[in-house]
């Protein structure tokens, strides 16, 4: 396997550890989002503790069952990478093309302030997670870059026996 592939490789599994590490962040904002939720349905009389809690919860729950489908999905696409599958390179590419659009989508449509209705899980993380996303787009970017180079295209081009 070419040094390429080799760091491609490698880089869609050190995102898929940091991804699930992020995770905890979550959990360490849960007072804050707790507190928020608490503000933004304080004129709502029928919204009590119960629902703030459960709000917090589906939160929670919902981002560690993103970050799993993600993380899986990198470790899965770095096995596929690694034994030359011809077809992950592309899904890869196409993959990255999706999540850009989305990222230059969000930006765009947000302005830097959550959507309407969702969670805003503080301060300190509306600056960790555009840099966050940003970092991953530019090792994202360097795992497509080094897909297509003449070795790594060798790797994907080879002749695979049934």
Known sequence: MPGTVRLAVSLMLIIAVVQIAGVSLGFMAADEM???????????ERFGADD?????????????????????????MAVKYRSGRRWARITGTILFGLFTALW???????????????????????????????????????????????????HFRRVRRP
């Not at 707790?34 to 709502?44: I, K, M, P, T």
């Open 34 to 44: 707790r507190a928020e939720v608490e503000n933004a349905f304080s004129a709502n």
């Open 104 to 154: 230059v989508l969000s930006l765009g449509l947000l302005n830097g302030e959550p959507p309407p209705g969702s969670l805003d899980p503080g301060e300190h993380m509306l600056i960790a997670t555009p840099a966050a996303n940003a970092g991953m787009w530019v090792l994202a970017l360097l795992i497509v870059v080094l897909s297509w180079t003449p070795s790594a295209d060798r």
């Open 52 to 76: 703030v809690n459960a709000k917090v919860r589906e939160s929670l729950i919902g981002g560690i069952v993103l970050t799993g489908l993600l993380s899986g999905l990198w470790g899965w």
